[in-house]
């Protein structure tokens, strides 16, 4: 069964929610990060960022950048602009983007069922990663970064959740064109409810936010001696449950510097070794089913979809990416560890083919657009306890940081 908690919320105060409400930390690099706050000094990332306040000659890194996030965090605390809300509560938080809406409830996830995988994850996280994040929510005695978690639909749920909505809002704007709306949830009955309604869900798993969500664990478990009670705001940590059925994963595409050293006409009949290559018109347009993959090539445009026989059913192997990886880019363009190898680069959905093009024209050779990974495919592979290639996944919209805080 799944456990989540209501929470003393740390929120904007009533009206500051725009201004503060920040995109997540790493969707910035450290240049995007700095301009930003540049023009929005009242952004949260200022706070998750806090580099951005220092010359450039200071690493990000730096004991300095931490006791600097403190220091922003208690100055908006102290002059009101975040307010502590007085007993523990739900939250609703809806985000609509292009005229379709997410809802997911605004809990705490214990620690204990990450640790023992009531809490599943389909990808592996990398200590360098984690390490900033431990450090700002170490500093901070704070998780600022809610984890995007996702469960099977359970209507009981969607219905409780369709009746808070209909009273107003106490918050509602636009963040990079995606409306935010958000409702307490305060009725003792009530939370006891979706609490026990949680208790019938058998698990959750981890959408986004792998790397923040194992920052908060390490955390707890460091303060705790590895022994967690289960009683302490520590052992709790900060997430946006979705059911699967609202849920929009895009694709996440690659471009790769180079071929190999292979010619384009020996770079082709490399491809056709496990593909079916079919040349097609130039469009703006994204691969229309599972299996087919496009490919961007010196102004051609190419459908590659994987020969019969080949394809495995193996949940990992299966997927689109682990295909294009499988049997194209380690095979014939030698890129064996896509996290590490400076050749390759991903690009998100949300940018589009012309993202891609643009990059062919720039710093890429070859480009690949893919059908997005589902979320059943998700689930799947989290179920057989396995990983997916790094980049599989990119969900729209992003959830907002600043906008929820837990205080641990």
């Not at 994040?133 to 359970?154: C, E, M, W």
């Not at 460091?222 to 302490?232: A, D, K, L, Q, Y």
């Not at 893919?370 to 689930?379: A, D, G, K, V």
């Not at 989290?382 to 805080?405: H, Q, R, V, Y």
Request: with cysteine.
């Amino acid at each position: 069964m799944a456990t989540i908690r209501p929470f003393r919320a740390v929120r904007p105060a009533k009206g500051r929610e725009d201004a503060i409400a920040a995109l997540p930390y790493d969707v910035f690099n450290r240049e995007e990060a700095t301009e930003y706050v540049k023009e929005n000094p009242d952004s949260f990332l200022k706070i998750d960022r806090a580099e951005t306040v220092f010359p450039k000659d200071v690493s990000t890194y730096d004991d300095r950048v931490y006791a600097k996030a403190r220091e922003l965090y208690e100055e908006k605390l102290s002059k009101g602009e975040f307010i502590k809300d007085e007993a523990p509560a739900f939250y609703l938080y809806e985000q609509t983007m292009n005229g379709r809406a997410q809802t997911g409830l605004v809990c705490t996830a214990s620690v204990n069922e990450y640790v023992t995988g009531v809490i599943k994850k389909h990808e592996n996280t990398r200590a360098e990663k984690e390490q900033d994040r431990i450090r700002h929510v170490d500093s901070l005695s704070a998780q600022t970064g809610p984890i995007f978690l996702a469960y099977r639909n359970k209507e009981s749920l969607n219905k409780i959740f369709e009746e808070v909505k209909k009273a107003e809002p106490y918050c509602s704007f636009k963040n990079n064109d995606v409306l935010q709306r958000c409702w307490e949830i305060t009725d003792s009955d009530l939370i006891a409810k979706i609490e026990d309604e949680f208790k019938s869900v058998p698990n959750l798993y981890i959408a986004d936010g792998h790397h923040r969500c194992a920052s908060a664990v390490k955390v707890s478990l460091n303060r705790s001696g590895n022994v967690i009670s289960g009683n302490e705001e520590k052992d709790y940590f900060l997430s946006v449950v979705f059911p699967d059925s609202e849920l929009m994963i895009m694709d996440y595409n690659r471009v790769v510097k180079d071929l190999n050293g292979l010619s384009v006409s020996e770079f082709l009949s490399a491809v056709s070794s496990d593909f079916d290559v079919e040349e097609i018109p130039v469009t703006d347009d994204k691969p229309a089913k599972k299996g087919d993959i496009y490919m961007y090539l010196e102004d051609r445009e190419y459908r590659i979809s994987l020969k019969d026989g080949l394809l495995s059913k193996d949940p990992v192997k299966s997927l689109d990416v682990s295909v294009l990886q499988d049997h194209l880019l380690t095979p014939v363009l030698g890129i064996s560890d896509p996290k590490t190898d400076p050749r390759i680069d991903f690009v998100g959905g949300i940018r589009g083919v012309k993202e891609l093009k643009k990059r062919l024209k720039t710093d890429s050779k070859v480009a690949f657009c893919m059908y997005p990974t589902s979320i059943s495919e998700l689930f799947s592979v989290a179920d057989a306890g396995l990983l997916m290639p790094p980049k599989s996944t990119w969900f729209e919209p992003k959830l907002l940081s600043g906008l929820f805080i837990h205080e641990i």
